[in-house]
């Protein structure tokens, strides 16, 4: 690795036990407006976590506490088990943010602002050159690589600042809506980046609206809602509460003669209507689902299309800031 | 490595950054070509005005340091002005800070790169200079301390631009700032010592003694019977200009002026425009003449020749007996320049206790 010896002032003098991570009844205000609660969460090292919540609920805010940006007013923080308000340098040596603003030196060109930032790290130039090589690999900026970025697009942009994200090798990854603005084939890329990254070792929090593509990604999600982070019992609820389930047949009227069967439906499913993708049903639970199915599938429906119409992170997410009143709804 | 030196590298790894973000590409070059020409003109024309040839080039030397300093003052809050919250503006602030860079490297780098953009028009002014050297009648000592002491105040103007760009958060009002402060330092001094200095007027009273009739003897050139006058007082405002010189003594051009030795000529006379600036703020220093007794008959029966009236002292003589203020105006504004810089500082580092309002810290 190039950049061990950022890793070796970091942890000199502790045994490096990465251990993610853990925010404990963070909260902080600007003025009179709350934009944190008691917020609690943790990110275990290996793993990627979801950070959630419709716009003005605290997500930036927290990620710029972790980034060692902003002090909270109450609660602790532990990135890999240092404080980032008393040791920020410590933690800066081992955490990576990308920003929800694009923002880049103007005049340098891509491979220039990686150098640099490797510099800034305290690589060497031939190692941050080096390593400005390999990143401008494994993001797809090659072709881009010398112009200067102010002629980038919107996602070569995003792409960039990914990668300097990644300059010095961060074991702690925080980044903030990095899929916006990145083309399908990037976004599937950005995934399989960040499963491998998890897969070797690195906590890594992700915010993001596009909740499908989290739903692929992470293996937790933290609700944020009103700067309050929801708890375990209130996730567990919302995933389990009523929720709509899409069905398609080959036989569109065969369905349709189907469901108006007595006895097909039970009396736990609700019929929501058709629409162009095929019929949505409310389901209460996932075995009235399979029930259903099965009664489908015995009245001789050819069914070919029958699951979730909004996938689990979406619908924890939509339950849980419905639940949170009519606040919730004003501000999105 | 040593901590100071991983200090220094982080230090100038920005002011390389910072060099190359702003000071960029062919407009730069424009600029400082213009500059060039500029200053080319007006040592020509400087050169006919004060036949140079004949008198030497003090006076050509220092009005091109002068210029320098016009240039300078006008052109550094413009590049200055807005190097930390257009940072943050385009989102590279934070960026800079989440990496092992601290908030101090970053504004000292911020400002020594600001200050060098400010020194390439000195630089950029050398041939000119050497020109005016090669005229003659400029000592050693003139072109050392006047040229040390203008980039002295190039680096508190950029220490200002940089400090306040820090302070506040929008780009344009820091610029506009820093250029009142610039303005206030140049032009806000005169008009503060002239406005002051006149509105606190004092009454002075003059007595004279007139010779009424005296008989004049053509072969010794005296008088005698002399008859006098009763006292005739007479009264009249003077200025107070003494209460306020130390105004002037925080304007640019007079530091600049009063710290270049003076050059006088066989009569006492300046040589060049820093003398000329620092006779006339020194003269300020002498408090005027609130009571005046002039004894003519005295006068008379000594022998009148004329000469006992003298003229005043000469220039030479008012700078020698007065107090220099140059290092007073000097170190209020090394004051000025790292108190904006501190201040810039604790407003921007991190992790930050407070956000100014409406500030987004990305």
Same mark, same amino acid.
């Given at each position: 690795?190039?950049?061990?010896?950022? &890793?070796?002032?970091?942890?000199?003098?502790?045994a490096?036990?990465?251990?993610?991570?853990?925010?404990?009844?963070?909260?902080?205000?600007?003025?009179?407006?709350?934009a944190?609660?008691?917020?609690?969460?943790?990110?275990?090292?290996?793993?990627?976590?979801?950070?959630?919540?419709p716009?003005?609920?605290?997500?930036?805010?927290?990620?710029?506490?972790?980034? /060692?940006?902003?002090?909270?007013?109450?609660?602790?923080?532990?990135?890999?088990?240092?404080?980032?308000?008393?040791?920020?340098?410590?933690?800066?040596?081992?955490?990576?943010w990308?920003?929800?603003? *694009?923002?880049?030196?103007?005049?340098?060109?891509?491979?220039?602002?990686?150098?640099? /930032?490797?510099?800034?790290y305290?690589?060497?130039?031939?190692?941050?050159?080096?390593?400005?090589?390999?990143?401008?690999?494994?993001?797809?900026?090659?072709?881009?690589?010398?112009?200067?970025?102010?002629?980038l697009?919107?996602?070569?942009?995003?792409?960039?600042?990914?990668?300097?994200?990644?300059?010095? #090798?961060?074991?702690?990854?925080? !980044?903030?809506?990095?899929?916006?603005?990145?083309?399908?084939?990037?976004?599937? #890329?950005?995934?399989?980046?960040?499963?491998?990254?998890?897969?070797?070792?690195?906590?890594?929090?992700?915010?993001?609206?596009?909740?499908?593509?989290?739903?692929?990604?992470?293996?937790?999600?933290?609700?944020?809602?009103?700067?309050?982070?929801?708890?375990?019992?209130?996730?567990?609820?919302?995933?389990?509460?009523?929720?709509?389930?899409?069905?398609? #047949?080959?036989?569109?009227?065969?369905?349709?003669?189907?469901?108006?069967?007595?006895?097909?439906?039970?009396?736990?499913?609700?019929?929501?209507?058709?629409?162009?993708?095929?019929?949505?049903?409310?389901?209460?639970?996932?075995?009235?689902?399979?029930?259903?199915?099965?009664? !489908?599938?015995?009245?001789?429906?050819?069914?070919?299309? @029958? %699951?979730?119409?909004?996938?689990?992170?979406?619908?924890?997410?939509?339950?849980?800031?419905?639940?949170? %009143?009519?606040?919730?709804?004003?501000?999105? | 490595?040593?901590?100071?030196?991983? @200090?220094?590298?982080?230090?100038?790894?920005?002011?390389?950054?910072?060099?190359?973000?702003?000071?960029?590409?062919?407009?730069?070059?424009?600029?400082?070509?213009?500059?060039?020409?500029?200053?080319?003109?007006? /040592?020509? !024309? *400087?050169?006919?005005?004060?036949?140079?040839?004949?008198?030497?080039? %003090?006076?050509?030397?220092?009005?091109?340091?002068?210029?320098?300093?016009?240039?300078?003052?006008?052109?550094?809050?413009?590049?200055?002005?807005n190097?930390?919250?257009?940072?943050?503006?385009?989102?590279t602030?934070?960026?800079?800070?989440?990496?092992?860079?601290?908030?101090?490297?970053?504004?000292?780098?911020?400002?020594?790169a600001a200050?060098?953009?400010?020194?390439?028009?000195?630089?950029?002014?050398?041939?000119?200079?050497?020109?005016?050297?090669?005229?003659?009648?400029?000592?050693?000592?003139?072109?050392?301390?006047?040229?040390?002491?203008?980039?002295?105040?190039?680096?508190?103007?950029?220490?200002?631009?940089?400090?306040?760009?820090?302070?506040?958060?929008?780009?344009?009002?820091?610029?506009?700032?820093?250029y009142?402060?610039?303005?206030?330092?140049?032009?806000g001094?005169?008009?503060?010592?002239?406005?002051?200095?006149?509105?606190?007027?004092?009454?002075?009273?003059?007595?004279?003694?007139?010779?009424?009739?005296?008989?004049?003897?053509?072969?010794?050139?005296?008088?005698?019977?002399?008859?006098?006058?009763?006292?005739?007082?007479?009264?009249?405002?003077?200025?107070?200009?003494?209460?306020?010189?130390?105004?002037?003594?925080?304007?640019?051009?007079?530091?600049?002026?009063?710290?270049?030795?003076?050059? &006088?000529?066989?009569?006492?006379?300046?040589?060049?425009?820093?003398?000329?600036?620092?006779?006339?703020?020194?003269?300020?220093?002498?408090?005027?003449?609130?009571?005046?007794?002039?004894?003519?008959?005295?006068?008379?029966?000594?022998?009148?020749?004329?000469?006992?009236y003298?003229?005043?002292?000469?220039?030479?003589?008012?700078?020698?007996?007065?107090?220099?203020?140059?290092?007073?105006?000097?170190?209020?504004?090394?004051?000025l320049?790292a108190?904006?810089?501190?201040?810039?500082?604790?407003?921007?580092? /991190?992790?930050?206790?407070?956000?100014?309002?409406? #500030?987004r810290?990305?």
């Amino acid at each position: 690795m190039s950049v061990t010896t950022v &890793f070796d002032a970091a942890g000199a003098g502790h045994a490096i036990v990465p251990s993610g991570i853990a925010v404990t009844g963070v909260s902080r205000s600007f003025g009179a407006v709350s934009a944190l609660l008691n917020a609690t969460l943790t990110v275990p090292a290996g793993s990627v976590t979801a950070l959630i919540g419709p716009n003005g609920s605290g997500k930036t805010t927290l990620l710029l506490m972790l980034a /060692t940006l902003l002090t909270p007013d109450t609660g602790t923080i532990r990135i890999n088990g240092h404080d980032p308000v008393t040791e920020p340098e410590r933690v800066r040596a081992i955490m990576g943010w990308m920003p929800d603003t *694009l923002g880049s030196w103007p005049s340098l060109s891509a491979r220039a602002a990686l150098q640099t /930032t490797g510099r800034l790290y305290r690589m060497t130039r031939e190692q941050a050159a080096v390593r400005a090589d390999e990143l401008i690999a494994l993001t797809d900026l090659g072709d881009f690589a010398d112009r200067p970025s102010r002629v980038l697009s919107r996602g070569q942009k995003q792409r960039l600042s990914l990668a300097r994200a990644l300059v010095h #090798s961060p074991g702690v990854l925080l !980044l903030d809506e990095p899929a916006s603005g990145l083309d399908p084939a990037a976004r599937t #890329s950005l995934r399989h980046l960040l499963r491998r990254l998890a897969g070797e070792g690195s906590a890594i929090l992700v915010s993001s609206h596009v909740l499908a593509e989290l739903d692929e990604m992470a293996d937790a999600a933290v609700y944020l809602a009103d700067g309050r982070t929801a708890s375990p019992e209130q996730v567990a609820a919302a995933g389990a509460s009523a929720r709509a389930w899409r069905i398609r #047949s080959l036989d569109a009227p065969a369905l349709e003669r189907a469901l108006a069967t007595p006895g097909v439906v039970g009396a736990l499913v609700q019929i929501l209507g058709v629409d162009q993708l095929g019929t949505l049903v409310q389901v209460e639970n996932e075995a009235s689902a399979a029930a259903l199915l099965h009664n !489908l599938v015995l009245s001789g429906v050819p069914v070919c299309d @029958f %699951g979730p119409a909004v996938g689990n992170l979406e619908h924890t997410f939509l339950d849980l800031t419905r639940s949170t %009143g009519p606040d919730a709804e004003e501000m999105k | 490595m040593t901590d100071s030196r991983v @200090f220094l590298a982080g230090l100038w790894l920005i002011v390389t950054l910072e060099l190359r973000q702003r000071v960029r590409g062919v407009s730069w070059y424009v600029l400082l070509g213009v500059f060039m020409l500029l200053v080319g003109i007006v /040592t020509f !024309l *400087l050169w006919l005005a004060t036949s140079a040839w004949l008198s030497g080039g %003090g006076g050509v030397f220092s009005t091109i340091i002068f210029f320098v300093l016009l240039l300078g003052t006008l052109v550094s809050p413009a590049l200055s002005g807005n190097s930390v919250n257009g940072d943050r503006d385009a989102g590279t602030l934070a960026t800079t800070q989440v990496t092992l860079i601290s908030t101090g490297q970053i504004v000292l780098g911020k400002f020594l790169a600001a200050w060098i953009t400010a020194l390439a028009f000195l630089a950029a002014a050398l041939p000119f200079l050497i020109f005016a050297v090669v005229l003659g009648e400029v000592s050693l000592a003139t072109i050392a301390v006047s040229v040390l002491v203008l980039a002295a105040e190039l680096g508190v103007i950029a220490a200002v631009g940089v400090g306040l760009s820090g302070i506040l958060t929008r780009p344009l009002f820091s610029i506009v700032l820093t250029y009142l402060v610039v303005a206030a330092l140049s032009l806000g001094t005169l008009i503060a010592f002239a406005l002051l200095g006149t509105a606190t007027q004092q009454q002075a009273t003059s007595v004279n003694y007139q010779v009424v009739s005296s008989t004049y003897d053509e072969q010794t050139g005296k008088q005698s019977n002399i008859v006098c006058s009763t006292a005739q007082t007479s009264t009249h405002n003077v200025p107070r200009f003494d209460y306020f010189w130390w105004i002037l003594a925080a304007n640019p051009y007079v530091v600049v002026a009063d710290a270049a030795p003076g050059s &006088f000529d066989d009569g006492g006379h300046p040589t060049d425009l820093f003398g000329q600036i620092a006779v006339g703020v020194r003269s300020a220093q002498a408090p005027p003449k609130l009571y005046e007794e002039n004894n003519w008959c005295d006068e008379a029966a000594e022998g009148y020749s004329g000469q006992a009236y003298g003229l005043g002292p000469t220039p030479q003589e008012t700078y020698d007996g007065a107090v220099p203020s140059w290092f007073i105006g000097l170190t209020m504004h090394l004051l000025l320049g790292a108190g904006t810089l501190t201040w810039a500082w604790r407003r921007t580092r /991190t992790p930050a206790l407070h956000l100014p309002a409406g #500030s987004r810290i990305a």
